[in-house]
């Protein structure tokens, strides 16, 4: 099972990834005179958010057990919190919908005889608005930034994120935390600043058509405002997985159904020019994109790429989440990052630089410490478990 998961995650979100990088740069006209932009990227989140609730509710469906209702196989009729175990969550970050986060949280609930199934599906509602929010941002950031630095960055979640914490909150973290966030900044600063390469877009060149640093602080800016959005779904869905029983694939299917709600509904708006959410000019969402498939035939593929391959790559997340938990998770997707980093470079012919490859060492490095790290404290929580429960045994 272990095998399929790897092999599940591994394949589908490395064609997910190659399909999200094609839908970036230009295509063919019909009449094979000029090359333009897919800019509906409301549309490519609606196709892949319908994908995924279809394919969770399938899912659920198929592994319900016999006697349940309705209710209770989506996940909206369930126990009070006091009546659960508490429950711990594990990361993936695939497609910039990945819904865990990469920790293993132990909550204390506190009784309560107040359940409100209005609640969860307000707090799912919540976190469709920050993917949504969040999607266009990430394909935004892939016209000022090349493929392969955007992969680097979405790696490093933990530094904004803990930059936050420090910032607002006056949070301390462990010693080798602040390791980790300083090879992770050195490292991405090396691959930046040793970069030659322009992205798929001509914004921001200089003469040698290599790409200016105010272009890149204008990627940086938009892959930080994704990542700070995505920090904070994390933190909704980790409230959710701590308050209610639910399971992935159950959280999986209403926050799909919800951003597919919504992004229909704003793709059917005429609204005005909004840079990076709505860059139509006019005319709605929906009707630009199917003019543009109308007219740009070569788009269909790619398109259907990445739905489905996120759609089912998600499956693959839950399932593995579920029965290996959240290390096991975290050592997948971060191996996958590096290994969708390396397709890139060699499906799309990217340039780097020997200085661009330290660099990319220098992060992966550093989030391997996190891992190692998190390895070891949880075998020590394990060993301590066990001769508790010998124990009492004993006794």
């Not at 139509?280 to 070569?298: C, D, K, V, W, Y």
């Not at 020590?380 to 429960?389: D, G, L, S, T, Y």
């Amino acid at each position: 099972r272990l095998g399929l998961c790897v092999t599940g995650v591994y394949a589908m979100f490395l064609l997910w990834a190659i399909a999200q990088e094609r839908l970036s740069v230009p295509f063919q006209h019909i009449d094979g005179t000029s090359t333009d932009k897919f800019r509906s990227p409301l549309f490519m989140g609606t196709c892949q958010s319908a994908l995924s609730a279809l394919s969770a509710l399938l899912y659920i469906t198929f592994r319900r057990k016999a006697g349940q209702t309705v209710s209770q196989v989506l996940g909206i009729h369930t126990s009070p919190p006091e009546a659960q175990k508490p429950m711990s969550n594990g990361a993936a970050n695939g497609n910039g919908k990945a819904y865990t986060n990469g920790h293993a949280h132990h909550h204390s609930q506190k009784p309560s005889t107040r359940f409100n199934t209005r609640s969860l599906l307000l707090r799912y509602l919540q976190c469709a608005v920050f993917i949504t929010s969040a999607a266009p941002f990430g394909f935004a950031a892939l016209s000022y930034i090349t493929y392969p630095a955007m992969v680097l960055g979405k790696s490093c979640k933990l530094v904004p994120v803990m930059l936050m914490n420090v910032l607002l909150y006056r949070r301390k973290f462990a010693p080798h935390k602040y390791l980790v966030v300083a090879m992770v900044t050195a490292g991405i600063t090396m691959f930046m600043g040793f970069g030659e390469e322009k992205p798929s877009k001509s914004h921001g060149k200089n003469g040698n058509g290599e790409l200016s640093m105010y272009t890149q602080f204008i990627g940086i800016g938009y892959l930080l405002i994704n990542l700070a959005i995505d920090g904070a779904t994390n933190s909704t869905q980790d409230e959710i997985f701590a308050r209610y029983k639910v399971s992935g694939q159950q959280m999986m299917f209403w926050i799909n159904l919800f951003c597919t709600i919504l992004t229909s509904v704003i793709s059917v708006l005429p609204l005005p020019y909004i840079p990076v959410l709505h860059p139509s000019a006019t005319g709605t969402e929906l009707n630009n994109a199917l003019e543009f498939i109308r007219t740009h035939p070569s788009v269909r593929i790619p398109l259907l790429q990445f739905s489905l391959t996120g759609a089912l790559g998600q499956l693959f997340i839950f399932e593995t989440l579920q029965h290996f938990g959240s290390l096991t998770l975290v050592t997948i997707t971060l191996t996958r990052k590096l290994f969708t980093m390396l397709l890139s470079v060699i499906v799309y012919n990217h340039k780097l630089t020997p200085g661009q490859w330290s660099g990319a060492a220098v992060v992966f490095a550093g989030i391997s410490v996190e891992a190692w790290v998190k390895r070891k404290d949880v075998h020590a929580k394990r060993v301590v478990q066990e001769k508790e429960k010998a124990k009492i045994k004993a006794l």
